[in-house]
C-alpha cells in the first residue's frame, strides 16, 4: 500500500519592497495601483487590477521611496500628494 500524502503547507505569496529591495509576504506591504486611465491608486486590502508598486510599511522606505521617486519610476505616472498622505498614515498605524 502506499503511504497517504501529506498536506502541503500553503505558501504566501512575496513582494518585494522597491525601496530597500526586501521580500515580504504580499500581505504586509503597502500597494499602489497605475489604473488602466493612468492614474495612481493606493490599495488598502482587496483586489485592483494594474500595474503595481509595493512598499514596507517601514516610514524610511515610504520616504526615501518618496525623495527618489521610487514608485513614479516603477509605475511610469506621477503620484499626487493625497497618495503620499495615505502611505505615510499607513505606515505610522502599521508601527504604532
Known amino acids: 500500500m502506499h503511504p497517504m500524502p501529506t498536506a502541503?503547507?500553503?505558501t504566501q505569496p512575496t513582494r518585494m519592497?522597491?525601496?530597500c529591495r526586501s521580500r515580504l509576504?504580499?500581505?504586509?506591504l503597502?500597494?499602489?495601483v497605475r489604473t488602466a486611465p493612468g492614474e495612481a491608486v493606493f490599495v488598502r486590502q482587496g483586489?485592483?487590477?494594474?500595474?503595481?508598486?509595493?512598499l514596507c510599511p517601514a516610514l524610511?522606505?515610504?520616504?526615501?521611496a518618496r525623495r527618489k521617486h521610487l514608485v513614479e519610476r516603477s509605475l511610469n505616472c506621477d503620484i499626487g500628494e493625497q497618495i503620499w498622505a495615505e502611505l505615510a498614515a499607513?505606515?505610522?498605524?502599521d508601527q504604532g
Open 8 to 10: 502541503r503547507a500553503k
Open 47 to 54: 483586489k485592483r487590477f494594474g500595474r503595481t508598486a509595493y
Open 17 to 19: 519592497c522597491v525601496t
Open 90 to 93: 499607513a505606515g505610522r498605524a
Open 25 to 28: 509576504p504580499k500581505t504586509e
Open 60 to 64: 524610511s522606505c515610504i520616504e526615501q
Open 30 to 32: 503597502l500597494r499602489v
